[in-house]
């Protein structure tokens, strides 16, 4: 019943840089309804020093976080080189270059983890529906924080109120990609993580996983 449905050729829109802006012009219009309930809990954390950012697209995000603190150095990481070109374009506009830098790479790859160092926080916000191994993925990054340090992944939740819209549009895709809470509950009991708060957030398609070292 409302089986997870993994998406077919998910990396689509992140390709071709006419479809790196499309996303980039999406992203920083709806970027209040995208981000706010993430950036409200961020900051409730109150983290200062490194920032890691996984799947951070075109860094509409990671602008917003740099902007707000001036003392917080943030990693992104992004697999689409297209997406990159369109980040750095924006952070130049943006004058956050000395705050933000962008590194290709894919969080499949160990040996490119390895060599990220460590971080008082890693974040994740709409990837976690595209990993193909979650488990060794938040296992991996775990292992990146420093002491106290907190791992946040902001993702879609599989709902079945728009599970069942029949459209083909790249959104209702992602939300049948993406995990329910018992499902994330489980992948985490799986990799003996127990220090977690899972939140639903507003509209409610929304979830946030807070996992602390
Ligand atoms: C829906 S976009 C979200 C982008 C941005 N974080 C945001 O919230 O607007 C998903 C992003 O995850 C990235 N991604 C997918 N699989 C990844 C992986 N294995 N490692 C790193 N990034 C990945 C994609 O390239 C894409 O930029």
Redesign the pocket.
């Known amino acids: 019943m409302l089986k997870r449905v993994m998406e077919e050729q998910?990396?689509e829109?992140?390709?071709g840089i006419e479809n790196a802006r499309k996303?980039a012009e999406e992203?920083e219009k709806s970027s209040k309804m995208?981000?706010g309930g993430f950036l409200k809990r961020l900051n409730n954390l109150n983290i200062d020093g490194k920032y890691l950012?996984?799947?951070?697209?075109?860094?509409?995000?990671a602008a917003m976080i740099a902007k707000n603190n001036k003392d917080i150095d943030i990693t992104a990481?992004?697999?689409?080189p297209d997406?990159i070109t369109v980040a750095n374009e924006y952070i130049e506009k943006e004058n956050l270059i000395s705050q933000i830098k962008f590194i290709k790479?894919?969080?499949?790859?160990e040996i490119f983890l390895e060599k990220l160092g460590k971080y008082d926080l890693i974040y994740?916000?709409?990837?976690l529906?595209?990993?193909?191994d979650p488990q060794k993925?938040i296992m991996n990054l775990m292992e990146l924080l420093n002491e106290n340090g907190v791992l946040m992944i902001?993702d879609l939740k599989r709902v079945w109120w728009l599970y069942w819209v029949p459209s083909q549009s790249?959104f209702y895709k992602?939300i049948r990609a993406a995990y329910k809470k018992h499902e994330l509950e489980e992948m985490l009991s799986s990799i003996n993580i127990d220090k977690y708060k899972i939140e639903s957030i507003f509209p409610f398609f929304l979830q946030n996983i807070t996992i602390r070292k």
């Open positions: 998910q990396n829109a992140f390709t996303y992203a995208r981000f950012e996984i799947g951070a697209g075109s860094g509409a995000l990481v992004e697999p689409s997406m790479g894919n969080i499949t790859d994740s916000t709409l990837s529906h595209h990993w193909d993925t902001f790249g992602s």
